[in-house]
């Protein structure tokens, strides 16, 4: 890709063409400066058809207001809209309306509030709120879904796959099967969600941390291809690597041939001083070959060395993986506890692909329209209940209970404050029958979710590393129940209305003939 194809398909033209239409038709109407009011959120969890998410891993956000910060409309861009011709080979663009779109403070009365990258997200719920001249925030629209719904999507697989897999290491190996140039996007949401490092070079060292890989079976092959063998492959390798030597053992016989092999070689590395790291396991039955070699290696008096286990993992596969050592281990004599605490997993294609619910199904819907000094509810009413969408401007909090655990999102109005000094009742945003009052006595605190990201144009907000998103997710995480984080069948986590927003809410149904929710 050419220097400027580059900068004229990844600046401000990275949106849908219609965004441009419909802005300029704002721009026309004279709406194209009335404040307005967007909200990102995703309608569903990711269903992989045998399983089911119950919450999301926040990512993206860092990338889209980089983006949006240096977003454009250049003379380069001007004059591509300015060629673009219609049906009847006339401009589709007006003068008037590309010199607005060209002037230098565009997207300067742009303000974004939005949960930190990181945080647990549920379905429904405002993720990112962006604020400003109608056709300007209307072109923001596909960039942000862009950014926001791929990160998202693969956070969130990382996090269930680190759950599944007790929280060990786990390695992201997926650039080879991503979607191009995406696989740096979602190298760095595996981060966030769950990995703990990744084989993709370029992106561990623009985060500042070391990438990480062992070998391929090309290396054992080309050995054996030139008159040697796989023990020669080893001690090329253990010779260069003597500190970081793990050895993928299953290229011709992994019990027979490639563990043994490994071992002789770390008993070399030890008589020079050198401790081997471990090896790697890439076909057959992941969990026998594991509960077996854990104990030759033990017997060989390397209990420390770890075993990396890879090939078409996922949260389930892993997951039936440590099951199978439980029952097995101990018919070996291996500990179970010991064993399961010595296991990293390289995770490819189910990971960056997030294999089974390939898009996050994110979208971008106008919430309030600012008109005469006041602010209007903008209103969506659909067959679908789940996607009449909760109008007005508002403010997401979360609710903890005394455990500390978190029990409930509630969407409430801009201007409502929300307290745990009293009770709180929580109405169901689509079931008109479906309410609970929530006690005083059982809050422990409630905490808002949504930042100040980007006020006027300006950043306000001081984007955290990657170590302390993670730490910021594992806080989350461990706030939730163990129902909704199950791999199967979650628990749903509640995110309800206020009783004013509801009332809102069904005023506004009951406007268009529509007498109840459900």
């Known amino acids: ?10 600046g401000i033209l990275y949106t849908d063409f219609y965004q441009l239409t419909m802005a300029q038709l704002y721009f026309h109407s004279k709406i194209h400066i009335k404040r307005a009011q967007f909200e990102y959120f995703f309608r569903h969890y990711p269903d992989y058809g045998s399983h089911k998410a119950g919450f999301c891993v926040n990512a993206g956000l860092y990338p889209f207001i980089k983006w949006m910060k240096s977003a454009r409309f250049d003379e380069e861009a001007i004059g591509l809209l300015r060629a673009h011709k219609g049906l009847c080979g006339k401009r589709l663009f007006g003068d008037a309306f590309l010199k607005w779109l060209g002037r230098e403070d565009f997207l300067s009365s742009v303000s974004v509030r939005a949960v930190a990258e990181g945080r647990i997200v549920h379905a429904g719920t405002p993720i990112a709120v962006v604020e400003g001249p109608l056709a300007e925030v209307q072109i923001l629209e596909s960039s942000l879904l862009n950014h926001l719904n791929y990160q998202t999507l693969i956070a969130t697989k990382a996090a269930r796959v680190k759950e599944a897999c007790y929280r060990q290491p786990v390695l992201e190996f997926g650039l080879r099967r991503a979607q191009s140039r995406g696989a740096n996007a979602g190298a760095r949401a595996a981060l966030i969600g769950g990995a703990d490092f990744t084989s993709n070079t370029g992106v561990s060292y623009a985060l500042g941390y070391p990438p990480k890989g062992t070998h391929a079976h090309s290396m054992v092959q080309a050995f054996i291809a030139l008159g040697q063998s796989e023990i020669d492959a080893f001690r090329a390798y253990a010779e260069l690597y003597p500190d970081n030597c793990i050895l993928l053992v299953d290229t011709i016989d ?28 890439d076909s057959g039955d992941l969990a026998y070959l594991a509960v077996v ?43 179970t506890d010991s064993l399961i605490t010595r296991l990293l997993y390289g995770v490819g294609t189910a990971l960056i692909t997030s294999e089974g619910s390939s898009a996050l199904d994110g979208v971008y819907k106008i919430t309030a329209l600012k008109d005469g000094g006041k602010w209007q509810p903008a209103f969506k009413i659909s067959e679908s209940a789940e996607k009449t969408i909760n109008p007005c401007r508002k403010r997401l909090w979360r609710i903890y209970d005394r455990r500390k655990k978190a029990v409930a999102d509630l969407l409430a109005l801009y201007e409502e404050e929300v307290s745990g000094e009293e009770d709180i009742l929580l109405r169901h945003p689509t079931r008109s029958a479906m309410k609970r009052v929530l006690k005083a006595g059982e809050i422990g605190y409630i905490e808002p979710m949504l930042e ?13 590393s990657i170590d302390e998103i993670r730490r910021v997710r594992n806080r989350d995480l461990n706030a939730l129940d163990d129902g909704v984080k199950r791999i199967i069948e979650p628990h749903r986590y509640h995110v309800s209305l206020s009783q004013r927003l509801w009332e809102v809410k069904q005023g506004l149904l009951n406007s268009f003939g529509k007498r109840d929710m459900d």
């Open 452 to 464: 100040d990201i980007v006020r006027d144009g300006r950043s306000v907000y001081d984007f955290p």
């Open 293 to 335: 070699a854990a104990k030759m290696l033990d017997e060989a008096g390397f209990p420390d060395a770890k075993i990396v286990l890879s090939n078409k993992l996922n949260e389930i596969v892993i997951w039936q993986i440590i099951s199978q050592i439980k029952k097995e281990a101990s018919k070996y004599g291996v500990d």
């Open 254 to 281: 992994t019990l027979e041939s490639g563990i043994p092999n490994a071992i002789k070689v770390f008993r070399e590395l030890r008589k020079r001083g050198h401790e081997p790291a471990g090896i790697r396991l």
């Open 1 to 10: 890709m050419s220097m400027r194809t580059q900068r004229i398909s990844e």
